[in-house]
Every structure is written in C-alpha cells, then in structure tokens.
C-alpha cells in the first residue's frame, strides 16, 4: 500500500466466493482495475440503480463519491485499486464480516 497526501494505492486479494462490503463513500473517487481473476461487480448508476456486471483481467471501473458498490471474486481474484486519499471515508451499507459501518476496509 502507498499512502500519501494525493492518493492512495491498493492491492487487494480476494478468495474465490469473498466479497467487499456493500459501501460508499461521501468523498472518495477510486478506480479499481482487475489484475487476474473473474469479478462480478455491483456499481450504483445514476438513476440509483445497482448494475451487475462481470469483469475479467484488464477491465476497470471508476467509483465517484456516494455510489454504492461491492466486488464479488468468482475465482481467486486480485486487483488494484486507486483512490483518493481519504482513506477513513468508508460507509458499510453491508459487511460479511460484521465491521463498523464507517471506518477502513481492511
């Protein structure tokens, strides 16, 4: 991880069948793009709807502020994730792992 004053930098894993939390964030911009693995990504449009698409190596989405999201690893999944660096900004609408609604994703 890289942590500095204009961004911050991820890589995360995944186990085949985890998910991140269903959440948002009120200042936040990040841009996830798929390393290796197949995805199944949840990304509120502009309507508030959640669309579901699949995502594969190479693929990537860019999550604005208060736009909900989720990323399910199908198989064993890696990916990058750049953002903003408000990293405390996390609003857990769901957590399989029972974490604070507000706080970092670990």
Same mark, same amino acid.
């Given at each position: 991880m890289e942590l500095n004053s204009n961004y911050c930098y991820k890589v $995360?894993? *995944?186990?085949? =069948?985890?998910?991140?939390?269903?959440?948002?964030?009120?200042?936040?911009?990040?841009? $996830?793009? *798929?390393?290796? =693995?197949d995805a199944e990504v949840w990304l509120e449009n502009d309507d508030g709807f959640v669309e579901k698409s699949k995502m594969v190596e190479s693929d990537y989405f860019t999550v604005p502020p208060l736009r909900k999201h989720r990323v399910t690893a199908i198989t064993d999944l890696v990916f990058h994730e750049v953002s903003t660096p408000e990293v405390e900004d996390v609003v857990r609408v769901e957590d399989d792992f029972n974490r604070d609604a507000e706080g970092p994703v670990a």
């Open positions: $995360i894993s *995944i186990n085949a =069948g985890s998910r991140t939390s269903y959440q948002y964030h009120e200042r936040k911009t990040e841009t $996830i793009c *798929i390393i290796s =693995g």
